[in-house]
């Protein structure tokens, strides 16, 4: 088995995981064989300067979550990946993995979706039912519109019902 390590943030300790031909594990953790794996979710985001990814490998034993966050420049975290993602795709050809934010983000966004059109309708709402004068109303239009908009737009690309696309892992690896 070959030995890869980690930093999952730079105030956290490394973190050794072991891979092979045969499954996959932390240091000291269950070995979870491929054969078992049933599920692949891959997840990354960027906010100012760290970026960060979450691969997500379910089993019928368990999970095995590969999450760190790091500076854009080191590209230690995304060959992790690509080294994880090569040696499954050759241990379970043909695999599939899930690309996008998880389950609660989705929801969180959706949630931010409903509101900011509910505060939309509702602030024309409260303006027609006041009886302001068209001038105002017409000045209050387009903030009244974009809040609206905002809210739509994240109700349709955050549906958390939804099941994100699935992509050949071959092809994610690729891509990163």
Do not use: C
Request: a positive charge; zero cysteines; glycine letters at 14%.
């Amino acid at each position: 088995m070959q030995r890869l390590s980690y930093r999952p943030g730079l105030l956290r300790a490394p973190v050794s995981l072991e891979i092979g031909e045969t499954g996959i594990r932390h240091a000291g953790g269950t070995l979870h064989h491929w054969a078992d794996l049933t599920g692949l979710h891959y997840a990354s985001w960027r906010s100012g300067r760290v970026q960060g990814v979450k691969l997500v490998l379910t089993f019928h034993s368990g999970q095995e979550v590969i999450a760190a966050g790091f500076a854009p420049d080191n590209p230690a975290i995304p060959d992790l990946i690509k080294t994880v993602l090569t040696v499954l795709a050759s241990a379970r050809p043909g695999m599939s993995v899930q690309v996008g934010a998880g389950k609660g983000v989705a929801w969180a966004m959706f949630a931010i979706g409903v509101v900011s059109a509910l505060l939309g309708l509702g602030i024309l709402g409260a303006a027609l039912a006041s009886g302001v004068s068209v001038g105002r109303l017409m000045g209050a239009a387009l903030p009244i519109l974009l809040l609206g908009l905002v809210g739509y737009f994240l109700i349709v690309a955050y549906r958390p019902w939804r099941k994100a696309p699935p992509v050949p892992v071959e092809q994610l690896i690729a891509d990163l």
